[in-house]
């Protein structure tokens, strides 16, 4: 197998876990708060939490119970795995204290289960809530994966996003040193940015004490305000093709320092759900086409900012 020119999430489980390790998404039943009114309404506009959640992830489903059909679903493909619990829809953090240590017991209760992945915002997680979260981290994996999008306030306001950059620095300060693994999450093409605000933005999320990031690029997702938006006005936005997202996260790649493992770079909605862009392309045909970009160019994660080949391979 060619040598990788970026760590690679599946490297990173290997260096933890000496098995597979799948994420079963889980619906906990929480909301947002620029949803239920405390900070906004209406939710991000480009957020349709159904576009991404599996079949077996819905709230009227106990968490166990969603557990037990995500295995049975994974266990056709594999065998003899372990789990982790994956909060993803909404804010997995957005609950009373109480309330999130049922739903954390539950999952960390069924078989198989070895950790929990915990998507949120940076504005809803209490130190209290870390406090628990750390108890938790010294005999399971956690993780906090922030979902960040832009380090753009203008432009997370025009999303209706209703928190900060700055907020997104304090959580991310605020959980690290605590044996709990952070995640970050950036969307690119929204509107309002552009080719250089994004690279200092991912390079500004980077330097913060992040274990691994997540990207994708805009789509524009039926049900949303934004597909509204880019229906009635599409020459407001900027929607990437293939070749020019390829290139673009080569540049991001060559920009961040190897300590940080990149776990995606695409996501595909649903084809009832996508309106744009529509590239065909599976998120292992786009790593494919990823690779052959990065070696073309000869690059690797952090050339840009001084890394040396030699330097790259030594980071674990």
Known sequence: MAQKRYKDYPSFFRTLFRERVQK??????????????????????????RSFN?????????????????????????????????????????APLGVLKQRYAEALACPGVVGLVIGTRPDTVTDEVLDYLESLARDHYICIEYGVESANDEVL??????????????????????GIRIGAHLIFGLPGENRESMLQGAVRLCALPIDVLKLHQ?????GTRMADDYLAHPEGFRLYSLEDYLDFVADVIERIPPRVWLER????????????????????????LLDKCLEQRDAWQGKAIGISWEEFLKHE
């Open 265 to 288: 770079f695409v996501n595909q909605s649903p084809d009832e759900y996508l309106i744009a862009p529509r590239w065909g392309v599976k998120n292992f045909e786009f790593t494919a």
């Open 54 to 94: 599996p079949d077996y992830c819905r709230a009227s489903s106990s968490v166990s119970a969603q557990i037990a059909e995500g295995k049975a679903f994974f266990a056709a493909k594999y065998a003899g795995q372990k789990y982790l619990a994956y909060f993803q829809a909404y804010s997995g953090t957005y």
């Open 218 to 222: 805009l789509q524009i997702v039926r």
């Open 24 to 49: 079963l998404s889980i619906d906990g039943g929480f909301t947002c708060p620029n949803r239920d009114g405390t900070k906004g309404t209406g939710g991000c506009t480009f957020c349709n939490n």
């Open 157 to 178: 306001r025009g999303v209706n996003r209703c928190h900060t950059f700055a907020e997104a620095e304090d959580a991310i300060l605020r959980t690290a040193g605590r």
